[in-house]
């Protein structure tokens, strides 16, 4: 299994980004994933993921005003759609795949979650 981040970049405040992460090599319906973010001296934090089993999904209470994740089944590919883009929300966001239920669960990094690439999003005039 491999997943493909893109779509980062510089953007000045209140501007919007469409991440994307395509995964290959899974399973049709049988896996999750989820946007996650991190900044340097700072915890991992998830910020949203969904199942591509029932399309349930999770999202930070943080970021929900502003942030919405979605899925295309067909593309095997979750998208984090962000608005409103805050100086704060400046990370280096990698998705990631669990299973079906994860946002059952928070979608909590366990020892299985699969990390993909990350892309590089900043927020600055």
């Known amino acids: 299994v491999q997943l493909q981040a893109s779509g980062g970049g510089l953007v000045q405040p209140g501007g919007s980004l469409k991440l994307s992460c395509a995964a290959s090599?899974?399973?049709?319906?049988?896996?999750?994933i989820a946007w996650f973010r991190q900044t340097p001296g700072k915890e991992r934090e998830g910020v949203a993921c969904?199942?591509?089993?029932?399309?349930?999904?999770f999202t930070l209470y943080s970021v929900s005003d502003r942030f919405t994740i979605s899925k295309d089944d067909a593309k095997n590919t979750a998208y984090l759609q962000m608005h409103r883009l805050k100086p704060e929300d400046t990370a280096v966001y990698y998705c990631?795949?669990?299973?079906?239920?994860?946002?059952?669960?928070?979608?909590?990094?366990?020892?299985?979650?699969?990390r993909g690439q990350g892309t590089l999003v900043t927020v600055s005039s």
């Open positions: 990631a795949a669990d299973s079906p239920n994860w946002p059952r669960v928070g979608c909590r990094w366990r020892t299985e979650t699969l």
């Open positions: 090599g899974v399973t049709p319906n049988s896996y999750s």
């Open positions: 969904i199942s591509f089993s029932d399309g349930s999904t």
